[in-house]
């Protein structure tokens, strides 16, 4: 499908962009994260969308926000939604961004708020003037 074929696109292309510069702590943890919301998005405007993903805490991430790590938490422990592939994924996706912050780059992070009701809604990107 066209869908597959963008995200195989999407993919190469940022494996090229990555290979460019090594990773910093930084910029994995701000990659994962936007991977992360964007797959949650997705899912939750699936077709085949489970009931129980209706449920699933909110993942709209913002590694600046103390919160963040709670949140992370708080789905991976989620007990429902384990049938639904997409759900194990993210939780897989989400464990590994709470140990990469929590352990490797907590030195790297900075926490700028802890303003957990930010994250409760996604946080658009700024629209390009036209």
Known sequence: SVKMLLSLLALLSAALVTSAAPPTCYSRVLALSKEITESFKELQTSKAVDSCVLMLPRLY??????????????????????RVLE????????RSLYTIMISYCRRDLVFLTDDCNALESPILPPTEPS
């Not at 590694?63 to 989620?78: D, G, M, P, Q």
């Not at 759900?87 to 989400?94: D, F, H, R, Y």
């Open 61 to 82: 991430l913002d590694i600046h926000n103390y919160c963040v790590l709670a949140r992370l938490r708080e789905f991976v422990a989620y007990p429902r939604c384990e």
């Open 87 to 94: 759900v194990s994924e993210l939780k897989e996706k989400a």
